[in-house]
């Protein structure tokens, strides 16, 4: 299993990034996906999931209406697409394997900065 982020980066606040995950090693479209943040000295942060077929997003409060999660199961990928960005977005974002009761593999992450 191997989850690759990318599409980080610095962006002043207001602005857009969208992250994307190429998942490899499994059935993609089998398995529900989240995004997880990690803000330095803070512990990880739930961001949004979806389910196998994409039908379904879920969002924490904190990005709600700002972020939009998806995916392509044709081509293997997850993706965030972020709007609005603001200083808190600040974080290490993951893309990661949902279970019902957890997450069992994590990508390396990407680097997000918001700052003017």
């Known amino acids: 299993v191997q989850l690759v982020e990318s599409g980080g980066g610095m962006v002043q606040p207001g602005g857009s990034l969208r992250l994307s995950c190429a998942a490899s090693?499994?059935?993609?479209?089998?398995?529900?996906m989240s995004w997880v943040r990690q803000a330095p000295g803070k512990g990880p942060e739930w961001v949004s999931a979806?389910?196998?077929?994409?039908?379904?997003?879920y969002y924490a409060d904190s990005v709600k209406g700002r972020f939009t999660i998806s995916r392509d199961n044709a081509k293997n990928t997850l993706y965030l697409q972020m709007n609005s960005l603001k200083p808190e977005d600040t974080a290490l974002y993951y893309c990661?394997?949902?279970?019902?009761?957890?997450?069992?593999?994590w990508g390396q992450g990407t680097q997000v900065t918001v700052s003017s």
């Open positions: 990661a394997r949902r279970l019902p009761d957890g997450y069992d593999y």
């Open positions: 979806i389910n196998t077929g994409g039908g379904s997003t």
């Open positions: 090693g499994f059935t993609f479209s089998s398995y529900d």
